[in-house]
């Protein structure tokens, strides 16, 4: 055995807890992928480490760029390689506490969600009021200046699934948003449906282009806990909430890639009031939609919408 194999293989017995067979099976591991490296038409191997930024290309030295990295003093930077090593993906989450947001690294078979997908809609409110169970107007003119843009449907579940079997809801959730044999089917898993519209300023001054979301869905949240964001939609009862979010790399359009950590952002406002059994939300997101659409132009955009709904 060489001198670099021997030291590969020390640095993993000493650095991670595993067992000697599992450093075995490892190193066996990425023997063969150098082996096969070798045979390529690529003139030096690029190792890429998940969830770690930095990408090694290296030739004869990169199973000793590995070794160093995995004898690091970085709990996250061990986790990493392992990720590699024992094949468990591990994904970024956010976990809330309060008004604040951390970022975890877990397993994915650890990590539970519920899931919504949704779609536009070339159907009219009827339609849509008839398809999701309770009554909804979207005005084609709004606050002095919006227009509707669009009408979205979506579908959420208000049971959770696990991560892993995210993929194999999506299709189905899709078909389900206009079926109702496809949302049946979904039964055992809560699912309910929900409804936006999305406003767009149309007149060529300084707000040209701002727009925002009028939502809605049969719901309830808890806003007890927002009680100091209190704010008065006429004599409803409302919350001007700044929401913090995730924002992940894609891995194509619209797909979350959730093995690289993600930036929290906290452009995304949000009023919110319970009504009919309902939750409403007027969502402004992004910085100059925010600047030029605040909590007191919120809470009249709110008032002129419920004012405009069907009896």
Not at 42 to 64: D, G, H, Q, R, V
Not at 215 to 233: C, G, H, M, R, T
């Amino acid at each position: 055995m060489s001198e670099l194999d021997s030291l590969i293989k020390k640095s993993l017995s000493e650095n991670i807890s595993i067992t000697n067979l599992e450093v075995d099976d490892s190193y066996l591991k990425f023997e063969e992928s150098i082996n096969l490296k070798k045979g390529s038409l690529y003139p030096f191997l690029i190792l890429k480490i998940l969830n770690y930024k930095k990408i090694i290309f290296a030739s004869a030295a990169c199973l000793l760029c590995l070794s160093l990295l995995l004898a690091g003093t970085s709990g996250d930077v061990r986790a990493a390689a392992l990720d590699v090593i024992n094949n468990v993906k591990m994904i970024f989450v956010t976990e809330k506490t309060g008004d604040e947001i951390k970022i975890v690294h877990k397993p994915s078979s650890e990590v539970n969600l519920q899931p919504y997908v949704y779609k536009q809609v070339y159907i009219s409110d009827v339609e849509i009021s008839k398809l999701i169970g309770y009554k909804i107007k979207f005005p084609d003119l709004i606050a002095n200046g919006f227009e509707l843009q669009e009408r979205l449907l979506f579908l959420g579940l208000n049971k959770e699934i696990s991560y892993d079997d995210k993929n194999l809801f999506t299709n189905k959730m899709e078909a389900a948003i206009e079926n109702q044999k496809e949302f049946e089917e979904l039964s055992s898993y809560n699912p309910y449906r929900g409804t936006s519209g999305l406003y767009k300023y149309t007149r060529p001054d300084h707000k040209f282009g701002v727009y925002f979301q009028i939502s809605l869905w049969p719901k309830q949240s808890n806003l007890e806990a927002y009680s100091k964001y209190q704010v008065k939609i006429g004599d409803i009862k409302g919350y001007w909430l700044n929401v913090k979010y995730p924002v992940y790399p894609w891995m194509s359009p619209g797909q979350d890639n959730m093995t690289n950590k993600p930036a929290i952002k906290e452009d995304f406002y949000r009023l919110v009031w319970l009504q009919d059994d309902l939750t409403f939300a007027v969502q402004i997101l992004n910085e100059t939609n925010v600047k030029n659409i605040n909590k007191d132009a919120a809470i009249e955009i709110a008032k002129e919408f419920i004012q405009a709904q069907p009896d």
